[in-house]
């Protein structure tokens, strides 16, 4: 089996604790982001849900601040 050069890499995809470990959370935060629509975007695969690396990442960098007076991107 040989690696394509020009064939994009398949994302890594995280389990909800794997998830939460990443991102330094609780997996009961990411459960509760889920219900109010305020986290990471997620993938169910029946009754698993999955959270692709590059949504956590872009996800976390929406959420970058300088100031506490700053407001979120709405």
Avoid: C
């Amino acid at each position: 089996m040989t690696d394509d050069p020009e064939k994009p890499a398949r994302p890594v995809y995280l389990d909800s604790k794997q998830a939460a470990q990443y991102l330094g959370l609780k997996p009961n935060t990411l459960a509760k982001m889920r219900i109010y629509g305020n986290g990471p975007v997620y993938r169910k695969h029946g009754f698993r849900v999955f959270y692709a690396q590059a949504d956590l990442d872009a996800w976390s960098d929406r959420s970058s601040r300088q100031s506490t007076s700053e407001q979120p991107d709405e």
